[in-house]
């Protein structure tokens, strides 16, 4: 198939391009790299069937012959990024999705939006099903990053509603991996650095709240199965297994043998306290559980950093 991937110089839209031309696939990846990076579009580069266009999805998007499939991965995922680019956020979500469902609808081709399991916000059900309409403060400083996928998941129903395209949703828990930044700020490769350089590690509030943490693998293989499946409501993926920030630092101390010690600072506003995806509906319509362990996922992680690919 010929697939065209928005986000695609960014840590998990290079994942999952990289295995859809392992796969055989043409992929052409679209990215302004504002947060994406070189290296990445490097690496894909060394697929014959991969081609690159320097493209903010924002603005109107032009592409030659047919297509298969628009996955629309473009997004400023972390909290450090979309703090900062929080406009840019708001935009790539809504005129984004908007531009990539419109080249979809004109290609006669599949869609599939990658939202996020921040549309639960803080969560008032617990573990969280895609049936939890969600808990979010739409003018907090996290409604950046929520509102933009909340509105992306309701027009992509819209344009399945009103125009019949053939659309898939999936909520995203806390991918992790190789090719995540240094500077992403997200607990992973915060933590991984941090631990590192024996530096003391960073973890904001008690510690105490908790995610669900999947690696990449894992959720590139949930994502490619959703768009073998025909359904059209948003599915989870992500890991089952809840931990608390702490335990994670701890962990990573452990498997680094690092001599950092835990420093804290304040949580930032509405920062959520629990986050467990429930995945029944991704086992039951995909036959989909994740199969790499916290432990494996990090140790893989922890040597991507030790070889100073993370740098930014």
């Not at 109107?60 to 997004?75: M, N, P, Q, R, T």
């Not at 991996?177 to 008690?206: H, K, Y």
Request: glycine share 10%; charged share 25%.
């Amino acid at each position: 198939m010929k697939i065209a991937v928005t986000g695609a110089a960014g840590f998990l839209g290079s994942h999952l391009s990289e295995k859809l031309l392992k796969e055989g696939h043409e992929v052409i990846g679209l990215d302004n790299l504002i947060t994406g990076r070189d290296s990445n579009i490097e690496i894909l580069s060394e697929y014959e069937n991969f081609k690159f266009i320097n493209q903010d999805v924002t603005e109107y998007i032009e592409l030659s012959g047919d297509i298969d499939w628009v996955l629309h991965f473009a997004c400023p995922a972390s909290p450090a990024d979309y703090s900062r680019l929080p406009i840019k956020t708001l935009k790539v979500g809504s005129l984004g999705t908007h531009k990539t469902l419109g080249l979809a609808k004109a290609k006669k081709a599949g869609y599939l939006l990658a939202s996020s399991s921040e549309v639960y916000g803080d969560p008032k059900e617990h573990p969280q099903k895609e049936t939890y309409w969600g808990h979010v403060d739409a003018v907090s400083t996290r409604g950046i990053y929520d509102e933009s996928k909340r509105f992306g998941e309701a027009l992509t129903m819209a344009y399945h509603r009103s125009h019949g395209l053939d659309t898939r949703i999936v909520r995203i828990f806390n991918s992790y991996g190789p090719r995540m930044r240094r500077s992403d700020g997200r607990a992973v490769p915060s933590f991984i650095c941090q631990a590192l350089e024996n530096e003391p590690i960073t973890v904001f509030g008690g510690g105490e709240q908790t995610r669900s943490f999947c690696y990449v693998e894992d959720t590139v293989e949930g994502i490619i199965r959703l768009m073998s499946s025909d359904y059209h409501l948003p599915v989870n993926i992500g890991s089952p297994i809840e931990m608390s920030i702490e335990d994670l630092a701890r962990k990573i101390i452990q498997l680094t043998g690092s001599s950092s010690r835990l420093t804290r600072k304040p949580l930032p506003e509405n920062d959520p306290k629990v986050r467990q995806p429930d995945i029944s509906l991704a086992g039951k319509l995909l036959k989909w559980s994740p199969g790499t362990t916290l432990e494996d996922g990090l140790k893989r992680t922890i040597e991507y950093f030790k070889s100073g690919l993370g740098e930014n």
